[in-house]
């Protein structure tokens, strides 16, 4: 199975950028498509997240700028970034996973967000 995350770069604060990443290797059901961010010296964190059945949420410090997404193959997951800020900048991981039989736990490369102020 294989996560590639693209969409990455370099941005002035308050501008845009959509991060995608494909899922290739296997079909999925029943799964939640999560995107997650680390800056330099900061624990991993949660972004937003998006189940198999459409159900979305995003976490507090990106609520109303950022929205996730899927493409109707599932294969696809989005996360359209708004009103940038430079403490939005991080490593920005994709992830898919299933919590309950047959489990799995997959992980995109990361791809770098960096907003200048």
């Known amino acids: 199975v294989q996560l590639q995350a693209s969409g990455g770069g370099l941005v002035q604060a308050g501008g845009s950028l959509r991060l995608s990443c494909v899922a290739s290797g296997r079909t999925f059901s029943g799964y939640v498509w999560a995107w997650y961010r680390q800056a330099p010296g900061e624990q991993r964190e949660l972004v937003a997240t998006i189940t198999s059945g459409g159900s979305t949420r995003l976490s507090d410090s990106v609520k109303g700028r950022f929205t996730i997404s899927a493409d109707n193959a599932k294969t696809t997951v989005y996360l359209q970034m708004g009103s940038l800020k430079p403490e939005d900048t991080a490593i920005y991981y994709c992830?898919?996973?299933?919590?309950?039989?047959?489990?799995?736990?997959?992980w995109g490369q990361g791809t770098q967000v960096t907003v200048s102020s």
């Open positions: 992830n898919i996973k299933r919590r309950v039989s047959p489990y799995y736990d997959y």
